[in-house]
Nanobody, 125 residues
């Protein structure tokens, strides 16, 4: 079983950057595909990015493509989400989770389990 914990959120101005971390625990982390999701106030949780267990395959939501980059360092049991040129509409709680079912590119939240508690990202205009 893998447990994850997100960190790195905060309050920034539009155009600035943040890097989120998702620290995993458990022996299987390096064999797990991982995903990032976010939930804005009053909205459904939505897919942001996914990364395969070795980092070879990455997929992004159209809304953040070319601004966000997902990566991982399995030796550190950590997945990262580098967010550049942040916009007010990126304001949300960001979650990472472990992919447990489904097929690539793993965009459906129902294919994920072992969610973290989330980290708040607030972007002011």
């Amino acid at each position: 079983q893998v447990r994850v914990r997100e960190s790195g959120g905060g309050l920034v101005q539009a155009g600035e950057s943040l890097r989120l971390s998702c620290k995993g625990s458990g022996r299987t982390f390096s064999r797990e595909n991982m995903g990032w999701f976010r939930q804005a106030p009053g909205k459904e949780r939505e897919f942001v990015a996914s990364i395969s267990y070795a980092g070879a395959y990455k997929h992004y939501a159209d809304s953040i493509k070319d601004r966000f980059t997902v990566s991982r360092v399995n030796a550190e049991s950590t997945v990262y989400l580098q967010m550049d040129n942040l916009k007010p509409e990126d304001t949300a709680v960001y979650y990472c989770a472990v992919q447990r079912s489904g097929s690539y590119p793993y965009t459906r939240q129902e294919d994920y389990d072992f969610w973290g508690q989330g980290t708040q990202v607030t972007v002011s205009s």
